[in-house]
């Protein structure tokens, strides 16, 4: 009998319903077992009731042992981008007459379609971003920081149905926005200087994952043909995004208009990624990927172009595949410049 060991996080909750930090799903053709300890019994009996449950009191190895010797298992795959060598070698250890099978992605696979629960709490993990980058765009103006901004965000956020951020927000001023991934810090926010900000909210365990670009009060003229450039290639590819699409297809939609606006070097990673359990998951959409897009999937559309010493600009909004193309879920408005008065 063959039967998948699944430790990922996301997996595990994915296949059970279980929010626990620590438990080992056994999935067989017939049943699924979640081994956990003490701190969780109670916890897997109200969240996944139709699992069977395994008390862990020494190790997970030797409390499942005897379970997968009474199933008669002999292969037994497990998540080799999860498993510790550690780990790997502690099962080994509780476990004799078993062929181990290093997998990867295959539950995965399985989350990179949403059903339309999914989406519906993906939409409303959605609608809490809009509403606080909306708020942070009324409210910003020079002589903030960084920090202070993204508290506002992370106040807003949790005080308006977030159960977490789904990342560390980012905002990033001036010379900092060059960083595709700055880390937020005490900068005082000039007027007139680039601002990117990448927030998002978790809403019952899914994610969302929004970026909006401005300046404050004024831009130059460099600064919005920037800008310009960024929203024709994230237009173009959310039009052209559809079912049977791949990676690479998709993040070509939005680079080749950066590239021929001459700015191909200054857009180093892909067009997005898809978002749901986790903030990064499966489709992959980058001139590297040929993951193919499907009828279902959460994906984020986000060209960037990031110019050191100066600033950079990113657009980024999440869209679910339909049969027809993609259905833009992000909803707050895109403008270069905010704060005119």
């Known amino acids: ?3 998948l060991l699944v430790t990922q996080a996301e997996n595990r ?3 059970t319903g279980f929010t626990g930090s620590a438990g080992t799903v056994l999935v067989t053709g017939q049943e699924t077992l979640l081994a956990t300890d003490f701190r969780y019994y109670e916890q897997v009996q109200e969240q996944a009731p139709h699992v069977d449950l395994v008390r862990v009191e020494d190790s997970t190895p030797s409390a499942l042992a005897p379970h997968i010797d009474e199933l008669d298992i002999h292969r037994l795959g497990f998540e080799s981008h999860d498993m510790t060598v550690r780990g790997y070698e502690r099962w080994q250890e509780a476990l004799s007459g078993v062929e181990w099978e290093p997998t990867a992605d295959v539950v995965e696979g ?3 379609t949403k059903d339309a629960e ?3 709490l993906i939409e409303e993990a959605v609608a809490i971003a809009d509403e606080a980058m909306e708020h942070i765009m009324g409210w ?18 949790r005080t308006h149905g977030a159960e977490a951020l789904s990342f560390p927000t980012i905002v990033a001023s001036g010379p900092n926005s060059a960083m595709p991934h700055a880390t937020t810090t005490e900068r005082v926010i000039g007027r007139g200087e680039p601002i990117v900000i990448d927030m998002g909210a978790r809403y019952e365990g899914y ?15 460099e600064y919005l043909k920037v800008w310009n450039t960024v929203l024709e290639a994230q237009q173009a590819a959310e039009a052209g995004i559809k079912p049977g699409v791949s990676g ?26 898809g978002v749901g359990l986790a903030i990064h998951e499966g489709p992959r959409v980058s001139h590297t990927s040929e993951d193919m897009l499907q009828e ?21 909004d999440t869209v679910v595949l339909t049969d027809k193309g993609c259905r833009v879920l992000t909803q707050t408005s895109k403008e270069p410049v905010i704060c005119k008065s």
């Open 207 to 221: 994610c969302s994952d929004m970026t909006r670009s401005f300046c404050v009060g004024q831009a130059s003229e």
């Open 140 to 157: 910003i103006r020079p002589g903030l920081t960084e920090r202070e901004v993204a508290w506002e965000l992370e106040v807003h956020m």
């Open 110 to 112: 399985l989350r990179m």
């Open 296 to 316: 279902g999937a959460a994906v984020t559309v986000e060209p960037g172009i990031y110019i050191a010493e100066w600033g950079g600009v990113r657009i980024e």
């Open 1 to 3: 009998l063959y039967a």
């Open 118 to 120: 999914e989406i519906g």
């Open 248 to 273: 690479v297809e998709a993040d070509a939609l939005a680079r080749d208009i950066i590239d021929e606006a001459g700015y191909g070097e200054n857009f180093g990673h892909g067009l997005g990624h």
């Open 13 to 15: 909750r994915y296949l």
